[in-house]
């Protein structure tokens, strides 16, 4: 048996998105710069996309930038909401993804920034408390706190962190990229001004995704070159990437209800039957349903073999998952995430991250391979 549960890191790409894709690139293979109609056929796809996307968030499509995915959107968003605004002061947390964590440092080591971490607690809540202290002696700061991490699965409260921002004239970017297409986002009602999407998160392909820029905050071009993206982003569009795009957006919005209902499931039996059968086991991050990405479980096991010998067995029995243990040696191993709310680095943990094709029976697989392993290394 074959068992995909590293959703988290990427989703297969849905037959309809795919199928969708290869009409386009097929058949409207014309530069969407190009003005006879070939070209103009491409554009038109590119502009119903973004029509379809902007629907879907309640905002406006000129609010959204088609970017090569999370990471690019989450590095235009930090230096050029920071740049373009004259913002002195950033604020983030330790368990924020690399692309937001690496750029922010980078601008601090330039000397561009000073950077403050609000601190986090156990299971990678952010403490607004202390949010708001930095928020309050800071003169105009920039907020990068992701809606829900990627390794842990605990949901930050953005509709908060959006009322402080307001409250103390700062702005607000949230990495949103592991909850788009997995949780409504009302971008009319929400105070953020800068919100990310990467499509092979939400079972549309790879190397494309968005950024979405609230009309209150001003950036300038963030890729020199064509006329591109309203003269923001030069380059020449990745048209069937963008059709596959927001048709997974479509699909995603269209069944919500119905694949939260499934993936919560799983991961509740998940939860069950790990403690019922596997003694010692311990979760990272939160797990409540209200507080927890449906799609993810982080679990940390008592085998006293290293985490990747743990992850390496479950490979051989043909289960994709992934993680890492927190750092023992000091040295730069170890998942960040699980170092900054002190995990325990004796234990391994392992990401389980679901999909709507996961099912009952990948589960009851996975469970009695973690409880074979885990009893032959006790
Ligand atoms: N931010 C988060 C929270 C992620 O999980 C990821 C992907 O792992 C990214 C950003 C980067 O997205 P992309 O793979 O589209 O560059």
């Known amino acids: 048996m074959r068992v995909y549960f590293d959703n988290a890191a990427t989703t297969p790409i849905d037959p309809e998105v ?57 590095n235009t968003a930090i230096r050029c ?91 607000f970017h949230s990495d949103t990229v592991q909850t788009m297409g997995h949780y409504q986002h009302d971008l009319s009602k929400l105070k953020v001004h800068f919100m990310v999407c990467s499509a092979h998160k939400l ?22 070159g064509g006329a591109q993206e309203r003269n923001m982003r030069g380059g020449t569009e990745n048209v069937h990437g963008i059709v596959g795009l927001a048709k997974a957006l479509e699909i995603a919005y269209a069944n919500m209800e119905e694949h939260h209902k499934h993936i919560q499931g799983l991961k509740t039996y998940m939860i069950d039957q790990l403690r019922e059968n596997v003694q010692g086991i311990d979760f990272n991050g939160e797990v409540h349903p209200d507080k927890s990405l449906y799609t993810v479980l982080n679990v940390s096991f008592p085998c006293n073999e290293m985490a990747d010998m743990l992850l390496f067995n479950l490979d051989i029995a043909g289960i994709s998952a992934s993680g890492g243990s927190a750092c023992s040696s000091g040295t730069d191993i170890g998942s960040h995430v699980l170092n900054a709310i002190g995990g325990d680095s004796s234990r391994p943990s392992v990401r389980f991250s679901f999909s709507k094709y996961s099912t009952k029976n990948e589960v009851d697989y996975t469970v009695a391979k973690l409880k074979e392993l885990c009893l032959v290394s006790a």
Do not use: W
Not at 117 to 134: A, I, T, W
């Open 81 to 171: 909401g920071i740049i373009d605004n004259g913002i002195k002061h950033a604020i983030s947390s330790r368990v924020e993804h690399h692309a937001v964590i690496h750029t922010l440092e980078a601008m601090q080591k330039a000397g561009i920034i000073k950077l403050s971490f609000v601190d986090v607690d156990r299971k990678g809540n952010v403490d607004y408390n202390h949010l708001e202290e930095l928020l309050k002696s800071n003169e105009r700061s920039f907020v990068s706190l992701m809606h829900a991490n990627n390794e842990l699965g605990t949901i930050n409260d953005i509709e908060r962190i959006g009322e402080l921002c307001e409250k103390y004239n700062s702005i």
């Open 203 to 224: 079972h549309g392909p790879k190397g494309i995704g968005f950024l979405h820029v609230n009309h209150r905050v001003k950036i300038k071009p963030f890729i020199y």
């Open 18 to 74: 795919l199928r969708e894709m290869y009409k386009v690139m097929e058949n409207q293979y014309g530069n969407p710069s190009s003005i006879h109609s070939h070209g103009r056929e491409a554009r038109a796809l590119i502009e119903k996309s973004r029509k379809t996307i902007a629907n879907l968030l309640h905002t406006s499509p000129s609010e959204l930038f088609f970017t090569s995915g999370g990471t690019e959107a989450d």
